[in-house]
């Protein structure tokens, strides 16, 4: 139990950091922490640090569907600042910031662009639960895989194995496709990203893990495999699962 629930925790400290970061840019005497996501209604305000100047201009340029369009920043409050009306839940632009500071132009990023995504709100009963079925989804998987292990190596009966095969597979169908589409919806406006797969890299990996740990259930059910070819097939399935 230990070791799954750590392996477990290390899952989730990855999954909460990953790609959830604002990072700071700076170019010409000016800064800016990119934006990457707006919740609810409110507008989003970007802001560029830096000095103020009579020949200086900042402008935001982005990309909004096969649109290019651009906003100009105003200096208040010691900062250059620009208000941006929120979009509907599920869109999305790419941006840079241009500044022109005198015969000099800068850009931040250097290269391509920041995205930013809005995003709708959602309760936080939803969430819990979600959480809790996807995080128990990984916890009786790793439980299934520890138990396989010790079985191969003739440390462990796995009478349990199966039993953790099949509370992990009922977590992800709660969390996933149950909890997960509605989430989904009230945050980017659409239950399901891919159908099978496809736009969606959460929804799919989602999906493929649901099948594979189905195709091996089936596959030792109708069978009738040994408990040693389910450990192999547990084991397998957690290294794609992880992955």
């Avoid at 349990?160 to 989904?184: A, K, M």
Wanted: aromatic share 18%; hydrophobic share 45%; with cysteine.
């Amino acid at each position: 139990i230990v070791g799954a629930l750590i392996l477990t925790l290390l899952v989730a400290k990855f999954a909460s950091t990953a790609g959830k970061e604002s990072k700071k840019y700076e170019a010409g005497g000016f800064t800016h922490f990119n934006v990457y996501e707006n919740i609810g209604k409110k507008p989003v305000e970007f802001v560029v640090e830096g000095p103020y100047c009579d020949n200086c201009k900042v402008t935001l340029k982005y990309r909004f569907k096969d649109y290019e369009l651009s906003l100009p920043f105003l200096y208040k409050e010691g900062r250059w600042i620009l208000e941006f009306p929120p979009l509907h839940r599920g869109s999305k632009i790419d941006y840079f910031i241009e500044i022109k500071k005198g015969g000099e132009i800068y850009r931040l990023p250097p290269e391509g662009r920041f995205t930013l995504k809005f995003k709708g709100k959602v309760g936080v009963l939803p969430i819990v639960l979600h959480v809790i079925f996807m995080f128990g989804h990984m916890f009786f998987i790793f439980m299934a895989l520890l138990t396989a292990l010790l079985y191969l190596r003739g440390l462990d009966s796995a009478k349990h194995l199966y039993l953790y095969l099949l509370i992990g597979i009922t977590s992800i169908i709660l969390g996933g496709f149950v909890i997960g589409p509605y989430i989904s919806y009230k945050v980017f406006d659409a239950p399901w990203g891919p159908f099978p797969f496809g736009r969606d890299v959460t929804d799919t990996k989602t999906l493929f893990s649901f099948l594979i740990w189905m195709s091996f259930v089936f596959v030792y059910k109708l069978k009738r495999s040994s408990l040693k070819a389910l450990s192999y097939f547990v084991i397998a399935g957690t290294l794609i699962d992880v992955a």
